[in-house]
């Protein structure tokens, strides 16, 4: 069973707008770690923001956020600002014991 | 501040041949990971280590697949006898005990492997 589904295969979005990269799991453990990354063409994996289970607010890292709604199992990524240089690959990944659990990433072009 | 490094960042070779991938962890890093990415996908989990000992190997990791963490620094991860569907993006990731869900997994670069 797929444990984390990400529905958008690619988005366009122009310069200076706000994107919102979607990500939903499915877990039946009550504690676990989300995760999102970036990876650029380049190849790198790039950690950009972490939620826990049992947080109780929102991450935000810089102009990252992360909208977290538990009952709706959903962990979805909020870019402000949208800037050429964050035109990559993004993925939504779960804590699994001591492995993430990847899904199929989103591909984000931003116009200029 | 060193991040994770891993070389070669590219490896050509014939099916058939042997390779071996070094991997660099973040100083201080205890916990050591290899993942394996194929074109348009998300990263596979392929081993970990904790230290020098490796806890947990999937099942993706067939007997051509070897990997050692001598003295808990640096990995390598040998292919035997390489198949062309072993090309791919093999990715090592490192992370500091934090706890058991919070520790950031932070990747090198990646060694892309061709086989022809």
């Known amino acids: 069973a797929q444990k984390i589904t990400q529905t958008q295969p690619g988005m366009f979005v122009q310069e200076k707008e706000a994107v919102t990269l979607d990500c939903t799991y499915d877990t039946s453990d009550p504690s676990y770690g989300l995760f999102w990354y970036k990876q650029p063409s380049s190849g790198e994996m790039i950690f950009l923001i972490y939620?826990?289970?049992?947080d109780q607010q929102n991450a935000t890292e810089g102009r990252y956020s992360l909208n977290f709604q538990k009952a709706r199992k959903s962990a979805n990524l909020v870019i402000s600002a949208s800037q050429l240089g964050d035109s990559a690959m993004y993925f939504c990944a779960m804590r699994e014991l001591y492995q993430l659990i990847w899904g199929a990433g989103t591909k984000l072009i931003i116009k200029p | 501040d060193t991040g994770v490094s891993q070389d070669p960042r590219h490896k050509i070779t014939k099916r058939g041949q042997n390779v071996t991938f070094r991997c660099d962890p973040i100083s201080e890093h205890n916990r050591l990971y290899w993942y394996r990415q194929t074109l348009g996908q998300g990263p596979e989990f392929l081993t970990y280590?904790?230290?020098?000992?490796?806890?947990?190997k999937s099942r993706l990791l067939s007997d051509r697949f070897s990997a050692e963490r001598p003295k808990g620094s640096f990995s390598t991860l040998e292919i035997q006898r390489t198949e062309q569907g072993d090309s791919a993006m093999y990715l090592c990731?490192?992370?500091?005990?934090?706890?058991?869900?919070?520790?950031?997994?932070?990747f090198g670069p990646g060694t892309r492997l061709t086989v022809l």
């Open positions: 990731a490192s992370s500091i005990i934090q706890g058991a869900l919070t520790d950031t997994q932070y």
């Open positions: 939620q826990g289970s049992y």
């Open positions: 280590f904790q230290n020098e000992a490796q806890l947990e």
